[in-house]
């Protein structure tokens, strides 16, 4: 694992096939003029198809506000994001609606499930509102993987934490889409459950060549992550390949200081 | 502990604005009616006492129907020292007629006297100076068209027309004949020739200068004897202001109830968002818990806010009540007859008080239950992180399913009982009474029964898409709620649907009435006097003569001679065989109509049962010259007055001076309507006073006052269906602030604003059609119910179109209260919803 330079290079995500999610130049300012706020500041990062991406930071580096601008849920003060071959930082309300709909997957750290849907239902729901007709083998494998088999009638209410963000592991994942978002999805679980989920991106990255990119602030959950990017202040400063918890506290702690 | 309630009010204002409306509006029309009535009572009093107390002593008959103050009194009050100047009023019929040479109304148009002397003066023109002159009251001049400067024509005593020079218009207010009758006014002398009165109906006089009233009253008593009463003008005036009063009472009265619904409506509409609120503050209750409130105190706090928000949307309420009062006065004073639209709004303490005390006191009570739920929240919610977003009942539980099963087959008995209560009355209060029943049981079942009704709609919502699909799921989600916003507006729904179906089984009632009783075109009777003249024969003859017509009856009675209501009427029908005239007849209980001839009639039922009379049996006709034998030939069931019925020639034979009282004629098949009208015209043209009913436009006359009447209920309780719909509107507001984390849940995963929208406008429309549906099944159930037991022999008819007219306006309502909370839910930006929690 060599020192990467503080300005680490986007381009070197070392295969040849071009980048799922590619970010350059990205600024967001919150406010205006004297009270104004950058929460990103020149961000340029890619991710590779296929990779799963861990982006860590301390609190207010900006982490969540890259995902979203990323994802679309939030416009950028200048800079470009590309999803594939769309540029995403062009578009209208609506056609962004869209791109997530038929492109993306969600994952949340709570309030992920709508409580009035069971488990079923709830992950079918993104295929509903694009109208879209779910692949039955590939709801009966997924469902099968995250371990819902007998809990899909049941309410959210009904269902552990864990359980939970299974649900909504496998809702994003059945779409197929290009990319999964996943916002602190561990934050609000027990370890146990917490390293069941994280195995399942992690699997589904390895095996199902799906593209995931997660914010996170526990070293542990981006130890499961091919890549670890850290921020500071809405700067990229630090990336590291292969990570296990140690070498990213150890980032962290540097970045701390 | 006040500060932190007056703080929390301030941050959820918004969340309480709707309720505040709500509230508003219920006080409004409360304080409203109260300013109305006291302002038309003070209008009305000010108008009696203006015209009275010109006046310092009146002279009336102490029988103020029939009696009269004799002539000679008049010239003994002008003798006597005390007195200055007297007048006496003459009052009789004297039959105004139309442009068309028809005599006014069905009462003969009230004749009377005014001269220098009199408590009425001319709203417009000159009152009459000359024998050949007129005033009309404006009554009279609205329901004739003649206006100052046209000739009028009046029958004299001995039918004779008289024409006269209309020179002014007098506004009689509140007297209480001239509104229906009219009037028109002559002067002293030619008062006297026109009606042929005899005395005089008043006598009006003004004391000497500086005698007492007190004196002057006593000394004209003493001259004015017995049969008379004597009064000071101040006296006259507050009796005629209390005899006007009672009717503004009246009419508060039925507005007051009105009022009262849109009240209640509000108290479940304030109920439900307290209870919402206290539901999703539960955090905040129990963080006040945490920090060392005691129970008493989150309970005291959910009280004063309520307390706040009553009184301020009262004091709101009440100002625009006043308005309303104010607004309602000018432009109901016209059709009210008051005369004086002018008059400035009286606002008594009493009106500003009740407003403000009924609109506190709702809120407060509806606050209670939900503020009791707030006192039992545990210290330790406050440190509970739910992941799954509040709003979730706990399923509705078996013993509200066992309460409805019980309250509503027992309201189902009670209207089953109402049917043999024997009196309208008795009947018609078991039916409210059960109608309550079945309103308490549709409370209680309402949580079962919005989950039933979304989960009978719930495929079909499916199918059409993920908005609706959703917005059933929603629905179903706290059908508590959602039941409480939605039986806000059952109580409109049912009050009107339940009018509508009487007003409409009212009105085939009636038209089958009207075929049942008058199966003819026009009916002739005479104006309705104290006499009661007959209709010349000559009249039926010559109807008869005219080839339009194909048959002519005339009906003529005449009593045994008993007064009052136990006379027993003998009637006859000439011009037809009597099966065919006798169209009353509904049923021949024995014999047969065809065989009553000359020695036999027809009885009623229920004469017979009294008499115990049967076919075959000798029956006794009292006449005046005596008794008649004669025999029973059918006993039958009949909708009209006489107990027997004779052929002509017996009746003629008994009662020899009777005349025709009832005409009726049925057109000649193929005659031309226009035709018919003009004979029919021209058989009565020498009798001006004879009144002539088209069935055709006595039925458009039936179906304009129902028609009206509906109108005037359904604006009444527009009001409680305005309320109700805010209610819907604030509960779908309150779900949607409590949902925001979820509207931007589902915006991330790609549904479109326009779904998001649609989803709530799916969601509103559901409720409200649920709250219509329901209440347009109790409505049709109750006002069968009631009119079955008010009306015998009604005709059930449900009013399909109205109805359907209902469903449209329950639509309408769910897109109207769609409108703020889904713009409001598809504003709201995803990143911020999905960084607070």
Redo the contacts between chains.
């Keep these: 694992m060599s020192q990467s330079a503080a300005q680490a290079a986007p381009e070197q995500s070392g295969t040849g096939t071009p980048p799922v999610v590619a970010a350059r130049d990205l600024v967001k300012v919150y406010g205006r003029a004297d009270s104004a706020v950058r929460a990103l500041d020149g961000v340029s990062v890619e991710f590779a198809r296929g990779a799963f991406t861990a982006i860590m930071g301390p609190s207010g580096s900006g982490k969540?506000t890259l995902m979203?601008c990323l994802?679309g849920?939030?416009t950028v003060t200048s800079g470009t994001v590309h999803l594939g071959r769309t540029e995403i930082t062009g578009l209208r309300?609506?056609q962004l609606?869209?791109?997530?709909?038929?492109r993306?997957g969600?994952i949340?750290q709570?309030?992920?499930?709508?409580?009035?849907?069971t488990a079923e239902?709830n992950i079918l729901?993104?295929g509903?509102?694009?109208?879209r007709r779910h692949d039955p083998a590939r709801f009966r494998r997924i469902v099968e993987v995250v371990g819902l088999g007998d809990r899909l009638g049941h309410?959210?209410?009904a269902l552990s934490?864990g359980q939970?963000q299974r649900v909504a592991v496998a809702r994003a994942l059945l779409g197929d889409p290009e990319v999964v978002y996943a916002?602190e999805p561990t934050g609000?679980l027990d370890s146990r459950s917490g390293a069941e989920v994280l195995g399942f991106l992690r699997d589904s990255a390895r095996e199902l060549g799906q593209t995931v990119i997660m914010v996170t602030h526990d070293p542990v959950a981006a130890s499961y992550a091919d890549r670890v990017v850290f921020l500071r202040d809405g700067r990229l400063v630090d990336e590291v390949h292969g990570p296990t918890a140690e070498t990213v506290l150890d980032r962290l702690v540097n970045l701390e200081s | 502990m006040l500060r932190t309630t007056l703080a929390g009010l301030r941050l959820h204002k918004g969340r309480l604005v709707t309720t505040a409306l709500a509230i508003a509006l219920g006080v409004m029309f409360v304080t409203g009616t109260l300013v109305f009535s006291d302002t038309l009572r003070a209008s009305f009093a000010d108008q009696v006492m203006g015209s009275a107390e010109k006046m310092d002593v009146v002279v009336l008959p102490e029988d103020e129907r029939r009696g009269t103050v004799p002539r000679d009194v008049l010239a003994e009050v002008r003798d006597l020292p005390e007195i200055d100047r007297a007048a006496g009023v003459t009052a009789g019929d004297a039959p105004l007629l139309d442009k068309d040479g028809r005599a006014v109304g069905s009462v003969p148009t009230l004749g009377v006297s005014v001269g220098d002397l009199s408590r009425y003066s001319a709203a417009e023109g000159e009152l009459p100076d000359a024998p050949g002159e007129a005033a009309l009251a404006t009554v009279s001049a609205s329901a004739t068209g003649y206006k100052v400067g046209d000739t009028a024509t009046v029958l004299g005593p001995d039918g004779g027309k008289h024409e006269f020079t209309v020179t002014g218009l007098i506004d009689f207010g509140t007297a209480a004949d001239v509104s229906f009758r009219g009037a028109v006014a002559f002067t002293p002398q030619t008062a006297v020739e026109m009606t042929g009165a005899e005395g005089f109906a008043e006598i009006d006089a003004v004391a000497a200068e500086g005698v007492p009233r007190q004196q002057a009253v006593d000394a004209v008593a003493a001259v004015a004897g017995s049969g008379t009463e004597v009064l000071t003008g101040r006296e006259l005036g507050e009796r005629l202001a209390d005899q006007a009063g009672a009717q503004a009472d009246v009419l508060a009265a039925g507005l007051l109830l009105f009022a009262l619904v849109s009240v209640l409506v509000a108290a479940i509409v304030i109920h439900n968002t307290f209870a919402i609120l206290v539901a999703q503050r539960q955090r905040e209750m129990a963080l006040l818990r945490c920090v060392g409130a005691v129970r008493r105190q989150v309970f005291t706090s959910v009280v004063a806010e309520a307390l706040v928000v009553g009184l301020a949307a009262s004091a709101l309420g009440v100002l625009a009540g006043i308005g309303l009062g104010a607004a309602g006065f000018a432009l109901g004073a016209d059709a009210l007859n008051t005369g004086a639209s002018g008059a400035a709004v009286v606002l008594q303490p009493g009106a500003v008080l009740i407003g403000l005390a009924a609109g506190t006191a709702t809120t407060l009570f509806s606050a209670l239950l939900p503020a009791r739920r707030a006192m039992s929240v545990p210290p330790l919610a406050a440190l509970r992180t739910s992941?799954?977003?509040a709003?979730?009942d706990r399923r509705p539980g078996l013993l509200r399913a066992a309460a409805a099963s019980v309250l509503l087959p027992a309201s189902a008995a009670v209207v089953f009982l109402s049917r043999d209560a024997g009196s309208p009355q008795a009947g018609l209060y078991l039916v409210a009474g059960a109608g309550m029943v079945a309103f308490v049981g549709v409370v209680v079942a309402g949580p079962l029964l919005v989950r039933a009704a979304v989960a009978a709609v719930s495929p079909l919502m499916r199918a059409l898409g993920?908005s609706s699909?959703?917005a059933a799921?929603?629905a179903?989600?706290s059908p508590r709620r959602a039941a409480t916003a939605t039986i806000a507006l059952t109580v409109g729904a049912t009050l009107i649907t339940g009018y509508a179906v009487i007003n409409s089984s009212m009105m085939s009632t009636m038209n089958d009435l009207l075929d049942e009783q008058f199966p003819a075109d026009y009916q002739i009777t005479g104006q309705f006097t104290d006499e009661n003249p007959a209709i010349p024969r000559q009249v039926a003859r010559d109807l008869r003569a005219a080839p339009e017509t194909a048959q002519v009856v005339a009906q003529r009675s005449a009593t045994d001679g008993t007064p009052g209501p136990d006379a027993t009427w003998y009637s006859t029908l000439d011009g037809a065989p009597l099966e065919e005239a006798a169209s009353a007849v509904r049923q021949e209980r024995a014999g047969d109509l065809a065989d009553v001839r000359p020695g036999s009639v027809a009885v009623q039922a229920d004469y017979a049962n009294a008499e115990g009379l049967g076919v075959g049996d000798p029956v006794t006709v009292k006449t005046p010259d005596g008794e008649r034998g004669l025999e029973v030939a059918a006993v039958v069931e009949a909708a009209a007055v006489w107990s027997v019925l004779m052929a002509p020639e017996d009746f003629a034979a008994a009662f020899p001076g009777k005349g025709d009282e009832i005409i009726s004629v049925v057109g000649a098949e193929g005659a031309e309507a226009a035709k018919l009208r003009d004979a029919v015209y021209a058989a009565v043209e020498d009798h001006p006073t004879l009144q002539v009913d088209s069935v055709a436009q006595m039925r458009k006359q039936f179906e304009d006052v129902l028609g009206t009447a509906f109108l005037a209920v359904v604006a009444m309780l527009g009001l409680a269906v305005v309320i109700a719909v805010f209610g819907i509107a604030n509960t779908l507001a309150l779900s949607v602030l409590e949902r925001t984390?979820?509207s931007a849940?589902?915006?991330?995963?790609?549904?479109?604003?326009a779904?998001l929208r649609l989803m709530l406008v799916w969601e509103a429309v559901l409720l409200c059609l649920i709250g219509a549906l329901v209440g347009i099944g109790l409505g049709v159930s109750f006002g069968w119910a009631a009119a079955d037991a008010a009306f015998e022999d009604l005709i059930f008819s449900v009013p399909i179109a109205q109805i359907a007219g209902f469903v449209g306006a329950a639509v309408a309502a769910g897109l109207l209260a769609s409108v703020l909370p889904s713009r409001r839910a598809a504003r709201t930006s995803?990143?911020a919803a999905?960084?607070s929690?």
């Excluded at chain 1, 709570?110 to 849907?117: D, E, Q, R």
């Excluded at chain 1, 509903?128 to 109208?131: H, L, T």
């Design positions: 969540s979203h994802a849920l939030d309300d609506k609606t869209l791109l997530r709909r038929d993306i969600f949340f709570s309030f992920n499930l709508l409580p009035m849907l239902q729901l993104p509903r509102i694009a109208k309410l959210p209410s934490g939970q916002d609000n | 992941a799954v977003a709003g979730l993920v699909a959703l799921d929603n179903r989600r984390r979820e849940l589902l915006r991330a995963m790609g549904l479109k604003r779904q995803i990143t999905l960084a929690e």
